[in-house]
């Protein structure tokens, strides 16, 4: 039997998994920025602990990197959506 969600519970209280785009701001990188990396889990910990009263010891989180070309806005892949919006700004101007 599993136990129900109980604020400041920690055997109960969630775990997190987040799902970051694979970008970087450095030419041809192929992950995330190590920086964004490490504080991500940092940040969410935090959060655990802050909201629910999950001990940072206990905190689980899981980091996944998405390619660009899996993830859309509306029903328009990222990559696309973004050459939309690029070229948008420029026709503004």
Same mark, same amino acid.
């Given at each position: 039997m599993r136990a129900a969600?109980? *604020? &400041? !519970?920690?055997? @109960? @209280?969630p775990n997190v !998994?987040? =799902? /970051?785009t #694979? %970008?970087?701001? /450095? *030419? &041809?990188a192929s992950d995330t920025v190590p920086e #964004?990396? =490490?504080a991500l889990p940092k940040a969410v @910990?935090? $959060? $655990?602990h802050e909201i629910v009263g999950r001990p940072p010891r206990l905190a689980f989180v899981l980091l996944e %990197?998405? %390619?660009l070309e899996n993830v859309s806005? &509306?029903?328009i892949i990222t990559l696309e959506h973004r050459q939309q919006l690029t070229r948008s700004k420029h026709q503004a101007e």
């Open positions: 969600f109980a *604020p &400041g !519970n920690a055997a @109960t @209280t !998994n987040v =799902k /970051a #694979r %970008e970087s701001s /450095a *030419p &041809g #964004r990396k =490490k @910990t935090h $959060l $655990l %990197e998405v %390619e806005v &509306g029903s």
